[in-house]
């Protein structure tokens, strides 16, 4: 198995930059939905994100500046576009409040394991490969239920794969939440709790 890359305590990489400007596109996409519902552009800055993504991640690995910051910045602007896109669909009714809301649950249920790990000297779990698998179905579907928002052959198709992406996307991510509670059970359970006043290695 291959070692991760060396982390740094950098701000000011290159790679942290696309990560910024991927957060700064989320209070954009949601007023193009939500204000003029210019749905096309909306598209456009949510591609715009899948793009940076993946370029901000390879850039990192290339030039050696993976990042704790950017490691930090990359599942936080996943969530927050996947929270701007429930609320819009949500509130043009392209989908029901009872989905919009339990996608976010699923957040808060990992927020609340924090100070748990917070005990044991930790801060967060790796990523599993089931959460990257959820995010990838939601930010798929995503853009499909907003052109399955119309009329025609070409919507009707949209709306078929998007809610096939989505419920995909939403059975992985809560999948992949109970999964992180239990690894952070079974970690509570095997881990001496840390001292107070120790110092992280």
Do not use: C
């Not at 917070?118 to 499909?144: I, Q």
């Amino acid at each position: 198995m291959a070692a991760d890359p060396p982390r740094t305590t950098r701000v000011w990489t290159l790679p942290n930059g696309l990560s910024m400007l991927r957060l700064a596109g989320v209070p954009l996409f949601l007023w193009l939905v939500l204000g003029p519902e210019a749905d096309v552009w909306a598209l456009v800055v949510l591609m715009a994100s899948g793009a940076t993504d993946w370029l901000d991640g390879y850039l990192a690995r290339k030039w050696d500046q993976v990042t704790v910051l950017g490691q930090a910045l990359d599942p936080i602007a996943d969530r927050l576009y996947i929270l701007a896109a429930v609320v819009g669909l949500a509130m043009r009714d392209v989908i029901p409040w009872w989905l919009a809301v339990s996608l976010p649950l699923r957040d808060v249920l990992l927020w609340v394991l924090v100070p748990l790990l917070r005990t044991r000297g930790y801060t967060a779990l790796p990523v599993h490969f089931l959460g990257k698998a959820a995010t990838f179905n939601l930010l798929y579907a995503f853009p499909l239920l907003f052109l399955g928002d119309g009329d025609g052959t070409v919507a009707a198709l949209a709306q078929v794969l998007g809610w096939a992406f989505a419920t995909w996307g939403i059975a992985l991510y809560w999948w992949a939440g109970l999964l992180y509670a239990w690894q952070v059970r079974t970690l509570l359970a095997t881990t001496e709790p840390r001292r107070r006043g120790a110092v992280d290695a």
